[in-house]
């Protein structure tokens, strides 16, 4: 059982950045970060592997988002800038073991999940 806590969420204007962390208790291959707005899918924001560091992002927010990881501390973080309107939801950072011929973009691909950090984007 791997046990992740999320943080930093919070109100912004547009244009603002905000920089949400994932702590988790354990480490395997990959963490991503999800979000979900109110009366939507949860939808795949961003990715990184553990070791090798390489990410992959929505089409959505690149260039607006990093995720970074701390193998150490056993953090991943995602920084968020230019936020936009359409930004706003419950964000959720997930942990995934090795799958073979996985892209760590679905849902599936992620074993344990948090509680999520709210995200508002508002004037």
């Known amino acids: 059982q791997v046990h992740l806590v999320e943080s930093g969420g919070g109100l912004v204007q547009p244009g603002g950045s905000l920089r949400l962390s994932c702590e988790a208790s354990?480490?395997?291959?990959?963490m991503g970060w999800f979000r979900q707005a109110p009366g939507k899918e949860r939808e795949f924001v961003a990715r990184?592997?553990?070791?090798?560091?390489?990410?992959l992002y929505a089409d959505s927010v690149r260039g607006r988002f990093t995720i970074s990881r701390d193998n150490a501390e056993k953090r991943v973080d995602l920084q968020m800038n230019s936020l936009k309107p359409e930004d706003p939801a419950r964000y959720f950072c997930?942990?995934?073991?090795?799958?073979?011929?996985?892209?760590?973009?679905?849902?599936?691909?992620?074993?344990?999940w948090g509680q999520g950090t709210q995200v508002t984007v508002s004037s």
């Open positions: 997930a942990h995934a073991g090795y799958k073979p011929a996985a892209l760590y973009a679905a849902r599936d691909d992620y074993d344990y």
């Open positions: 990184i592997t553990w070791y090798s560091g390489t990410a």
């Open positions: 354990g480490r395997d291959y990959a």
